[in-house]
């Protein structure tokens, strides 16, 4: 069964950095599509960024771009999320996730819902 980790969230100030890291069992990442997603509290999860392992493409949500950054290591079998720059809007749950057959675009934009695999999630909290 393939599984999801998530670890790395925690209380951070307002510009301060963490990163996240997914790590993943069962599988190897060269099989999936990972997706970061978030969900502010109150509000739809959305998502953040996601890479597509089969041809290395990348997707940045708005908000986000210019201060996270998605990467991986093979090796560890690990999917990273480096979040710098950090403001209140970032505040949520982080959820990693994977799916065999989505392109970063379907996987990030378009639907959600049916994304295969999920982690539980990791808080992020910015503030003061």
């Known amino acids: 069964q393939v599984q999801l980790v998530e670890s790395g969230g925690g209380l951070v100030q307002p510009g301060g950095s963490l990163r996240l890291s997914c790590t993943v069992s069962?599988?190897?990442?060269?099989?999936?599509?990972i997706g970061w997603f978030h969900q502010a509290p109150g509000k739809e999860r959305e998502g953040v960024s996601c890479?597509?392992?089969?041809?290395?493409?990348?997707y940045y949500a708005d908000s986000v771009k210019g201060r996270f950054t998605i990467s991986r290591d093979n090796a560890k079998n690990t999917v990273y999320l480096q979040m710098n720059r950090l403001v209140p809007e970032d505040t949520g749950v982080y959820y990693c996730?994977?799916?065999?057959?989505?392109?970063?675009?379907?996987?990030?934009?378009?639907?959600?819902?049916?994304?295969?695999?999920w982690g539980k999630g990791s808080l992020v909290t910015v503030s003061s």
């Open positions: 890479r597509d392992n089969s041809d290395g493409s990348t």
């Open positions: 996730a994977a799916d065999p057959l989505r392109n970063v675009r379907t996987m990030c934009v378009i639907n959600y819902r049916g994304v295969k695999y």
């Open positions: 069962g599988s190897t990442l060269d099989d999936y599509t």
